[in-house]
């Protein structure tokens, strides 16, 4: 069967980012616009990795495939259509998605495509509005580096390898036996998590060497090495960031509601420091996420007394009285 060429192909404009997810379209964009890789950009992740196999049986593996960057063929559904070869299959994904949606993926079997994502679920910050314009022609300066780093010539065109220091290359064995430590005592998605965790440190410190790079005023040539800071940095961020969060993600919205409710009702406890949980202030003015009603708020409240956070309600409040659950003083200890 002929390998295709771009004439092959339905012409496609340069692009950096692709809202379209379907595996052809993305295929035909890697062969011929965007031979570097692309950005799929979704405000709602949700629906497109629960739907991966809709229209193609092989769309999760091709998904999988897309975090190693090798070779890769997309066979066509039309009739007679030659198949789409990609030199590199580069495809990173954006977007976000909502607790409760989340539980349902990963409710799935583990295939090791959600461990590949770096998850973020951080508390809420205070809203605020900015009082400075962003320097977009800095950023712009920035990225224009970056966007003209390009492929080592030859047929096809070859990516260019950065190696480690020496330096580097003992951070690495250190951080890859402790991450190989901790992960025995893990289990189900948290565990393939883990041990994604080395090759995440690995490509951290290559984004964060090109971005110091870049961040730099005048024409210094792109780095060649990975530098002992750069993976320190990276193996921090990993540890004290990227794992913390998968360690909430796939807690979180792997716990049952009631327990979803018992952790969110703790979080406000831990960062509010009351002295007792009255069940018509949160229920009135808190308004916490998924407990709106009295006996929502109760429910979770009393999972936070077999847990030893708070204590049951004194004897004597009746219905029309205020229910409060004394908060145990040791949780702050």
């Not at 993926?105 to 314009?133: K, S």
Request: contains cysteine.
């Amino acid at each position: 069967m002929p390998t295709p060429t771009a004439s092959d192909i339905e012409p496609q404009r340069p692009r950096l980012r692709q809202n379209d997810t379907t595996i052809e379209q993305v295929a035909a964009v890697l062969a011929v616009a965007a031979p570097k890789g692309v950005m799929i950009v979704r405000d709602e992740l949700a629906g497109w990795l629960l739907g991966m196999t809709a229209y193609n049986p092989a769309g999760r593996e091709f998904w999988i495939e897309a975090y190693g960057g090798q070779p890769y063929r997309v066979e066509r559904r039309k009739h007679g259509a030659t198949p789409i070869d990609i030199d590199y299959l580069v495809a990173a994904a954006c977007g976000g998605t909502q607790p409760d949606k989340l539980a349902k993926l990963i409710a799935d079997t583990d295939d090791g495509l959600l461990a590949r994502f770096q998850w973020a679920w951080p508390d809420p910050i205070e809203f605020e509005l900015g009082t400075e314009a962003p320097n977009t022609h800095w950023v712009i300066e920035a990225f224009d580096k970056l966007r003209l780093l390009d492929l080592r010539p030859g047929n096809p065109p070859t990516p260019i390898y950065i190696p480690l220091t020496e330096a580097s290359r003992h951070q690495l064995l250190r951080f890859g036996k402790q991450i190989q430590h901790e992960r025995q005592n893990t289990g189900g998605l948290l565990r393939s998590a883990y041990g994604k965790m080395r090759g995440t440190a690995l490509r951290l410190s290559l984004i964060l060497e090109y971005l110091w790079w870049c961040a730099k005023d005048g024409f210094a040539l792109p780095p060649d090495s990975i530098s002992e800071r750069a993976f320190a940095a990276a193996a921090t961020l990993v540890a004290e960031y990227v794992l913390p969060m998968a360690t909430r993600v796939y807690g979180d919205a792997g716990a049952v509601e009631d327990e979803r409710s018992a952790a969110t009702l703790a979080r406000w406890i831990f960062y509010e420091h009351p002295t007792e949980v009255h069940v018509r202030h949160l229920q009135r003015h808190v308004r916490l996420p998924g407990l709106r009603t009295a006996g929502l708020i109760k429910k979770a409240a009393n999972e936070l007394v077999d847990a030893d956070w708070l204590r049951a309600p004194p004897k004597g409040f009746g219905v029309q009285s205020k229910v409060a659950y004394p908060v145990n003083p040791k949780i702050w200890a």
